[in-house]
């Protein structure tokens, strides 16, 4: 199959004319369903293969295309989309990058903070690519909130954090009562899909663009890396104490950017882990089991027992 990729790139003008001895390949360790071209002379990475059977890939590429050109930087460059019977391969350009969870702590602490750096780019992206702001009411609770819930609901959640989570929505509803802004979310922004690009200044890269603008809401792009930030460094990698201090002064500079309630965005995090469920479910990845993660952290935000850096009432609406 490799072969016959290689071939239609040269068709297509992608690689120049040569044979499949002119490169090498290595599959991903993550899934075989995604391999790097390599230069076979120097090793240079040269292209990055994505292969589906399950989910096409044309909307991905179209999508992809669309944000790269309002944030080239940090969007990888989708050259060709291939389809041979059931399969289609996306073809990105390749760069010579450092997986951020790969690199070495002195990297994270240049800047005053790797955290702060992604947040920067976060703003500049949904900045250029948000379509408004809605009414945070009942047509948006029922529109956007409650089918997640609903959705969630039918794959593992009890009756009794079902309504809790709609009891909750609602006391937002009535709460704040104010305008959400709607932006097309990445939906997987986790620290295993960000990198340095190597011998690039400012060289961040998003990867991984498969459910990008399947979600809109606002803040789950933020609540996401938020968590998987956390979880990196109660896993070991850096001290976490005073990080709920920095967490919160980096989501309230967010949200004031973004022109969002920064409480509200808070109040939304279990909204934000369904939603992040049901795209990993839907992806083929976690399957029912995604949602049975978050249920017990779900349960502990609601009661008011989390022990997570994001509690209620942890940041102060902003005025």
């Avoid at 948000?130 to 609903?150: K, M, Y």
């Avoid at 990198?195 to 498969?210: K, Q």
């Avoid at 992806?283 to 995604?290: D, K, L, M, V």
């Amino acid at each position: 199959m490799i072969s016959r990729i290689i071939r239609h790139l040269h068709e297509d003008g992608v690689l120049p004319s040569g044979d499949a001895g002119d490169y090498s390949w290595f599959m991903s360790a993550r899934s075989g369903a995604s391999f790097v071209l390599h230069d076979a002379r120097d090793g240079r990475p040269l292209l990055f293969v994505k292969i589906s059977d399950r989910r096409p890939l044309k909307t991905v590429f179209e999508r992809m295309r669309l944000v790269r050109a309002v944030a080239p930087d940090v969007v990888p460059e989708p050259l060709s989309l291939i389809t041979f019977g059931e399969f289609s391969a996306l073809v990105v350009r390749a760069y010579d990058i450092c997986p951020l969870k790969s690199c070495p702590s002195r990297t994270w602490r240049a800047q005053g903070g790797m955290l702060r750096r992604i947040l920067e780019e976060l703003v500049v992206l949904h900045t250029r690519t948000r379509e408004g702001a809605s009414e945070f009411n009942r047509e948006f609770v029922e529109e956007v909130l409650e089918p997640e819930i609903g959705y969630a609901f039918q794959a593992s959640l009890t009756e009794g954090l079902r309504d809790a989570l709609l009891t909750h929505v609602r006391g937002l509803q009535r709460h704040y009562g104010l305008m959400i802004q709607r932006v097309p979310q990445h939906g997987d922004m986790v620290l295993g899909n960000l990198a340095l690009v190597r011998g690039r200044e400012n060289g961040l890269m998003i990867l991984d663009w498969d459910d990008y603008a399947e979600v809109k809401l606002s803040v789950l792009d933020l609540m996401t890396l938020i968590r998987s930030y956390v979880g990196f460094r109660h896993a070991g990698m850096f001290d976490s104490r005073g990080s709920s201090t920095y967490v919160s002064e980096l989501l309230q500079s967010y949200c004031r950017k973004m022109e969002i309630n920064a409480a509200l965005a808070v109040d939304l995090y279990p909204i934000c882990l369904l939603v992040y469920a049901r795209l990993r479910a839907s992806s083929g990845i976690g399957g029912p089991g995604a949602y049975d993660r978050v249920t017990s952290e779900i349960e502990k935000f609601l009661s008011g027992r989390s022990t997570f850096i994001l509690r209620p009432g942890l940041v102060p609406a902003l005025t």
